[in-house]
């Protein structure tokens, strides 16, 4: 069956740290691969996502992501983690072709402290 | 611009009683999707409209979910009767073109508390 995992409910990291929150999936064919952000009280908000070409995409607020096709991996990473950055990420596949269905993780909760 | 609205934000209803989400999604924008997340698991697919028809359906639970696109425009799901393991944030997105590879916008989300 198509999934996707992210392994982690939770992160924790100190400002200034790098950052990696974790995601793999499985499905057959070429997948499209997403991260999403849930800030509290917002909706899902778009960061990045990769469907071809350099396999490390870079996103918003200075967020990328690497699709490592032999591990079936597409973690998310930052240099240097902000207090803001703390929020609901979620990974996202979709498979089938660009009309597929949007398959999300469970999503993992990052806090950065000050 | 605005960007995709849904109502109400949070609704606590009783095991029994019927609920209505809405969905206004960006104007122009063809194709609506609901998602579902149980407290704690993925984000589940429900359903996807293009205009004012079903394209796919195939997540919905059971037929206590009905969901409307009258005219293309805003959806509704109504959920009746409500039952205790249907609590969980409802999400609606839309994209103005049909598939992944172009932005789908999320709105904020309803929290659906059944007691």
């Known amino acids: 069956a198509q999934s996707v995992a992210q392994p982690e409910d939770q992160v924790n990291v100190a400002e200034g740290n790098p950052l990696t929150v974790k995601c793999t999936y499985s499905?057959?064919?070429?997948?499209?691969l997403f991260w999403y952000v849930q800030y509290p009280n917002r909706g899902l908000q778009f960061l990045l996502k990769?469907?071809?070409?350099?396999?490390l995409v870079k996103g918003s607020y200075g967020f990328e992501a690497e699709f490592n096709k032999s591990q079936t991996s597409f973690h998310l990473k930052k240099p240097s983690a902000l207090v803001s950055d703390s929020a609901l990420y979620f990974c996202?596949?979709?498979?089938?072709?660009?009309?597929?269905?949007?398959?999300f993780g469970k999503g993992t909760k990052l806090s950065v402290k000050p | 611009e605005a960007g995709v609205t849904q109502f109400p934000s949070h609704s606590v209803i009783e095991k029994g009683q019927t609920v209505t989400l809405r969905c206004d999604p960006i104007?122009?924008?063809?194709?609506l999707y609901w998602y579902r997340r149980v407290m704690g698991k993925e984000i589940k697919f429900l359903l996807h409209?293009?205009?004012?028809?079903?394209?796919?359906e195939s997540g919905m639970p059971n037929n206590r979910f009905l969901a409307e696109r009258t005219g293309g425009t805003y959806s509704t799901l109504k959920v009746q009767p409500a039952e205790l393991e249907d609590s969980g944030v409802y999400f609606c997105?839309?994209?103005?073109?049909?598939?992944?590879?172009?932005?789908?916008?999320f709105g904020q989300g309803t929290r659906l508390t059944v007691v």
């Open positions: 997105a839309s994209s103005q073109v049909r598939g992944w590879n172009t932005e789908a916008f």
């Open positions: 409209f293009v205009k004012e028809s079903k394209q796919d």
């Open positions: 104007s122009g924008h063809d194709n």
């Open positions: 990769y469907i071809t070409g350099d396999n």
């Open positions: 996202a596949v979709v498979y089938g072709g660009s009309q597929g269905n949007l398959i």
């Open positions: 499905v057959s064919g070429n997948p499209y």
